[in-house]
C-alpha cells in the first residue's frame, strides 16, 4: 500500500475511533437514564475497550496507558481526591490495576 493511502487510512480509523467514543458515551448515557445495569456496564466496557484502541492507533501501548493510568491514581491520592476521601474508589481502582 502506498504510504499516502496509509496515512489517510490511519487518520480515517482515529476519527472513526473518536466516533465510537462518542456513541460509547451517549449510550452510556441512556443506559444510566433507562436505569438497565446491564446496558451501563456493556456501555463502560465499550467505552474502556474503545479508548485503549485508540490510545493505541495514537501510538500509546496498552502498558503505557495502564502505567498512566497508575499514576494518575497515585496522583490523585496524593492530591486528597474526594472519591477517595468518601469512598476510597482511588485506591480500590488503584488494587486493581496493580493486581491486574
Do not use: N
Not at 16 to 22: A, F, G, I, Q, S
Not at 72 to 91: A, F, N, P, R
Amino acid at each position: 500500500m502506498p504510504k499516502e493511502m496509509d496515512v489517510a487510512k490511519r487518520a480515517k480509523v482515529i476519527e472513526w475511533l473518536k466516533t465510537e467514543v462518542v456513541d460509547h458515551v451517549s449510550r452510556l448515557f441512556k443506559s444510566l437514564w433507562e436505569g438497565s445495569s446491564l446496558k451501563v456496564v456493556d456501555s463502560l466496557a465499550s467505552l474502556v475497550v474503545s479508548c485503549y484502541i485508540l490510545g493505541r492507533r495514537l501510538g500509546i501501548s496498552y502498558g503505557d496507558l495502564d502505567a498512566s493510568i497508575v499514576e494518575k491514581l497515585k496522583k490523585h491520592k496524593q492530591e486528597g481526591h474526594q472519591l477517595e476521601d468518601w469512598y476510597q474508589d482511588i485506591s480500590a481502582l488503584e488494587e486493581h490495576m496493580r493486581k491486574r
